[in-house]
C-alpha cells in the first residue's frame, strides 16, 4: 500500500523525498524507481520530510516507531499521518506523542486495495483535529479521487472505529458467502448460477463482486490477508466488549479467521476462508 502512495504521489507532483521500509531491499528499489532516498532510520525520513506517511501492520508496530524508533526526532512542525488499521486507542496515543513534540498526526484509515492504492482511488477516513486534516486536505485528495472519496469522521480515535467496524462486517460477509457457496457447491449446484443469483437477491453484497469467484476457483492470491482479518475483528470485538455488547456473528467469524491462522492460510487472501467450508479443501489450500 505504501509504495504505491508513493507512487501515486510522485504522479501528482509531490516530492518523495525519502522512503523507509523494515524490508530494506524493497525501499532500495522502490527508491530508485521513483527518485527517492532510502532511508537506513526512521530518523532520516522525518528530517527529510514535511509530511510522514506511515502504513505498518498492528499496534505494537505503531507503538514501536513512535513510541522509542526514531520517527519523532526533530519531529517539531512536521504532520504524520498514519494509515494503518490499529485500535482507535493507539492512534490516540499517537496524537497525543506528536503534539508533545510540537508535530501533528491524522489517521487516515483505508479501505481499499492496492489497486486502489496506485490509482489514487482509495476511500479515506480521517480522525483528528479539524484543521489538521484541512492543511492535509489537498495530499489526502490526490489519494482519494480528488476527494471524491475523502471523509472527515471526527477526532483522533473516531475514523479508526468506524473502520474496524467496517471491517468487522466486511469478515462477516466474507465469511457467510464461503458458506454459502460452499454448501452450494456440496448440494452440487452451478456456482457461477449461484452467483449470479446472489447478485439479484438480498445475498448480494460487496464480497460477492469481490470474493466469490475467487472463493470458486481457489484462487486467494492476497489483496487482503486472513490474518489482517482475524487482527482487525479482534479491534471490533474489543471496542464492543468495552460498551457492553455481544456480538456472535463477529465472534464466530473471528473465530474462523484464527483457525485460519492456526491451520497456516493466515497469509492467504480473506477469500481463502472457503477453504473451511468447501467440501475436499482444508489443507489443500491453493496460493492462486
Known amino acids: 500500500m505504501g509504495a504505491n502512495m508513493a507512487r501515486r504521489l510522485k504522479e501528482c507532483g509531490y ?12 525501499a ?4 530508485q524507481e521513483i527518485g527517492s532516498v532510502a532511508a537506513d532510520q526512521l530518523k532520516v525520513v522525518t528530517a527529510l520530510s514535511d509530511v510522514i506517511i506511515t502504513v505498518v501492520t498492528d499496534d505494537q508496530a ?37 503534539e508533545a513534540k510540537g508535530a501533528s498526526s491524522l489517521e487516515a484509515c483505508m479501505a481499499s486495495s492496492i489497486n486502489q492504492a496506485r490509482q489514487g482511488t482509495l ?30 469522521i471526527g477526532t483522533a480515535g473516531k475514523a479508526a472505529q468506524v473502520k474496524a467496524l467496517v471491517n468487522m462486517v466486511m469478515n462477516i460477509n466474507t465469511a457467510g458467502l464461503a458458506e454459502g457457496l460452499g454448501l452450494g457447491a456440496a448440494l452440487g449446484l452451478d456456482l457461477a448460477t449461484l452467483r449470479e443469483v446472489f447478485s439479484q437477491t438480498g445475498a448480494n453484497s460487496r464480497v460477492l ?3 466469490g469467484e475467487d472463493m470458486q476457483n481457489r484462487d486467494h492470491s492476497c489483496f487482503f490477508s486472513a490474518a489482517h482479518a482475524a487482527k482487525d475483528s479482534g479491534i471490533a470485538l474489543k471496542l464492543s466488549k468495552e460498551q457492553g455488547l455481544n456480538l456472535p456473528l463477529a465472534t464466530a467469524a473471528k473465530k474462523q ?3 485460519m491462522v492456526k491451520e497456516g492460510f493466515g497469509e492467504l487472501d480473506k477469500s481463502g476462508i472457503a477453504e473451511l467450508t468447501f467440501k475436499g479443501r482444508g489443507k489443500a489450500a491453493s496460493n492462486g
Open 15 to 26: 516530492t518523495v523525498g525519502v522512503v523507509y521500509d523494515v524490508n530494506a531491499a524493497a
Open 28 to 31: 532500495q528499489t522502490l527508491a
Open 62 to 98: 505503531m507503538k514501536k516507531i513512535y513510541g522509542g524508533g526514531g520517527l519523532l526526532s526533530r519531529a517539531k512542525g512536521k504532520l504524520f499521518i498514519n494509515c494503518a488499521t490499529i485500535s482507535p486507542a493507539v492512534h490516540v496515543w499517537v496524537e497525543q506523542k506528536c
Open 123 to 152: 476511500y479515506l477516513m480521517i480522525g483528528g483535529k479539524a484543521e489538521v486534516f484541512e492543511r492535509a486536505k489537498p495530499l489526502l485528495e490526490k489519494l482519494s479521487d480528488e476527494g471524491k472519496l475523502l471523509r472527515y
Open 209 to 211: 463482486v469481490t470474493d
Open 257 to 259: 479467521y484464527d483457525r
